[in-house]
């Protein structure tokens, strides 16, 4: 009998435009599909809401592949050695994945390519997570990009000279036929309850009717103009906790916008991208400001004062309506994440640090470079850093982008007292940025 190859899914929960699928297609040998459900996840900061996707994804994902007479093995315990046993009883010849470009799994590729080579199995791994491979995205003068525009012009000269178009794998007649897998709780994988749950289901199937829905309603088409509006749910395509989960494909989403001239819209698909470049090249970003200089900020911050945040109880209606929002359905308007954020690090002078990982573990999208490099970007610590002097006011932005209430009267319909004055810690953050960083050439 042909031994199978493996496909050994982790960022990337789907069948549609897959570097591994297509290249484990080519070996013409009989595929399987394998998913690990390793309790090291948790200290990757996947959360509850993320957990509940996850495993509504792989159902999904099941469901999908049953239909090409295949099926998905799932299997809870460390990756390497549920990947190694699985390879042992289906007598695998080599193993196919595209690459999760967080550090953490960057380790595990490596002790997994080690495992199987002491199997006799090979390890392929595939750049899939981006638009553009990070070592073609230079400036014209062949430097790496330092800003976020820079970045964008370069992946876009990449592509008009090498397009990348998704592409579609036909898996009919080359699966092996695997029975449904018995998949576990959120309540189980959390040995509790659980309290945060996503507001939208996870899969493949869900995530192309969205991406469908999201062009063929027009709200794709209003994005330029309505995205900072808090109240509106479908003021923004709320797509990313499939993109973070690789259940919709980057090209797939650019492709869309591409095709129907939302330029604003594959703009921002690019900011992905973007954030895990900077992590690629900054792997401690979650650790350490990109600008060192602002490592040495003292965070004077209470742990009253984060407790209120994280409760979404500190009087301002857009940080708190943002914070209950987070709580209840995992998941915040880009809008609002910038001015809950903001609030955390200038008007409560908490290390936004404890904020990132509040973030990341209740967000469904929770994903390390995008949220690292977006508090980053909005502590103004990082690269492509907003001048620190740009703070964002509370009140002003809730009179812009929620001017009629709704956002905060649906999410935090009370409003407490305010735990600090704007104006008073707007003064105090400036001087401790200056303190430390000093004026930056032509601002001041
Ligand atoms: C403090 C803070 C933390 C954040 N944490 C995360 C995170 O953990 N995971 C995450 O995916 N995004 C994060 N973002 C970025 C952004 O807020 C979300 O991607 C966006 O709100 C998701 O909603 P959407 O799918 O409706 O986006 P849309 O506005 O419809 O954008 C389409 C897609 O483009 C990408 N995108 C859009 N804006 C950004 C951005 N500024 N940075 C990176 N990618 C972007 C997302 O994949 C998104 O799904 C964070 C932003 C801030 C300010």
Redesign the pocket.
Known sequence: MTSPVLVWLRRDLRLDDSHAIEAALATGVPLAFLYTLDPAMKARGVGHAQLGFILEGLADLHGRLADHGGGLIVRRGPAISSLLAVVRELGASAVYANRDEEPAAGEAEAQAERALAGVGARLHVFDDEVNVPHELVLTKEGRTCRTYSAYARSVRRVLAEAPSPPRSHSLAGRLIACAAPELPTVETLVGGAVRFRSDVPGGETHGLARLRAWRDDGDMARYADD?DLVAEPDA?????GY??QGMLSPRRCLQVADAADARK?AS??L??DW?KYVLHHHPDLAVHCVDRRYDALEWTGSDEHFAAWTRGETGYGMVDAAMRQLLATGSI??RA??VA?SFLVKDLHIDWRRGEQW??TH?T???LA??AG??QW?AGVGLDAAPYFRIFNPLLQERKFDPTGAYASRWAPDRPLAIVQHDVERERTLAAYKAVGGERPGEG
């Open positions: 995205r923004t395509s709320r797509l990313s993109l973070r819209w921002e698909l900011w992905r954030f308007a880009n994440r910038m954020a973030f990341r967000l999208d929770g994903d995008s949220n977006s508090w909005v």
